[in-house]
């Protein structure tokens, strides 16, 4: 059984910060890719920033220079930090990983709310 357990949301200002973490748990378990979504309010759910186990990333057009997706594969976390935080930042952030012990299955946890104020 794989958990993903987000924290880090909250209620910012325009130009601010927050550090997204996601702990993802499971026995025996090897986690490949690993990484954050969101979904604001009547939107639908896109991909925010993507991490391989190796550290290769891959980051959303609108997030680029302001957010850094980071992993602690000894800890099997991640983390997204964003910076410049924008009101259309506002959405509620998934945390998003493959693993499996045999067969890769992707996992979703169950989101961490992020609201920019302006």
């Known amino acids: 059984q794989v958990q993903l357990v987000e924290s880090g949301g909250g209620l910012v200002q325009a130009g601010g910060s927050l550090r997204l973490s996601c702990a993802a748990s499971?026995?025996?378990?090897?986690?490949?890719?690993m990484g954050w979504y969101r979904q604001a309010p009547g939107k639908q759910r896109e991909l925010v920033a993507t991490?391989?186990?190796?550290?290769?990333?891959k980051y959303a057009d609108s997030v680029k220079g302001r957010f850094t997706i980071s992993r602690d594969n000894a800890k099997n976390t991640v983390y997204l930090q964003m910076n410049s935080l924008k009101p259309e930042d506002t959405a509620v952030y998934y945390c998003?990983?493959?693993?499996?012990?045999?067969?890769?299955?992707?996992?979703w946890g169950k989101g961490t709310l992020v609201t920019v104020s302006s």
């Open positions: 998003n990983a493959d693993a499996g012990v045999v067969a890769t299955i992707n996992y």
């Open positions: 499971g026995s025996r378990i090897s986690f490949g890719a």
């Open positions: 991490i391989t186990e190796f550290g290769n990333t």
